[in-house]
């Protein structure tokens, strides 16, 4: 195989590795969310929610642990668990705040729940994970670009097939 074309590769299966807690968090709380909103149903003091019920406890909570225990099993792979506990719980919880901080952006510019924003939908929980994870590590700026590109890609087709599954009302 050409080596640039071995490189690149490796680099996008460094970062899908890398961010592996942040996407299993996100796909968590699409399956097991529900319930409770986060914002409690409550309105902002524009009269509309605050972050809406796509929102939710249950999926914030699910979505943090699986994260979490997606950064232990790679701590177990390199011999240092409580740094991946303490990575995935990162860059789980930064991706589902990075979301909820979506919503609430999308609610003020009065963008209906489940409506599209392209690119704030795609990449609000990226930079939430990337920014809580920087607390204890950064990867780099090559890293991060790939990041921003691929992860939107990735985030679509997960949609697309949460979808076709039934698990979600529209496909993107
Ligand atoms: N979800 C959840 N709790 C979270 C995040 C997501 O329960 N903290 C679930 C909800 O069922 C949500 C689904 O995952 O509907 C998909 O998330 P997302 O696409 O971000 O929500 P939307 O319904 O599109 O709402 P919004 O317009 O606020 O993004
Ligand atoms: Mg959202």
Excluded at 16 to 45: C, E, H, K, W
Excluded at 106 to 131: C, E, M, S, T, Y
Aim: glycine share 14%; net charge positive.
């Amino acid at each position: 195989m050409n080596p640039d074309i071995f490189n690149v590769l490796n680099m996008l299966v460094y970062v899908i590795y890398f961010m592996l807690p942040a996407y299993i968090a996100n796909v968590s709380a699409l399956t097991f969310g529900g319930g409770t909103p986060l914002d409690f149903g409550q309105n902002f003091r524009d009269g509309r929610r605050i972050l809406g019920d796509g929102v939710t406890w249950k999926g914030l909570v699910v979505g943090t642990l699986m994260g979490t225990i997606v950064g232990l099993l790679q701590g177990l792979l390199v011999g240092n668990i409580s740094f991946g506990i303490l990575l995935g719980f990162l860059l789980g919880l930064g991706a589902l705040v990075g979301d909820a901080a979506g919503s609430f952006i999308k609610r003020r510019i009065n963008i209906g729940r489940g409506r599209p924003a392209p690119l704030l939908d795609q990449l609000d929980f990226v930079v939430g994970a990337l920014v809580l994870s920087s607390l204890v590590f950064y990867p780099g700026l090559p890293i991060i670009i790939i990041a921003l590109i691929i992860s939107p890609i990735l985030h679509l087709s997960a949609n697309a097939i949460s979808y076709a599954l039934g698990m979600k009302d529209v496909w993107y």
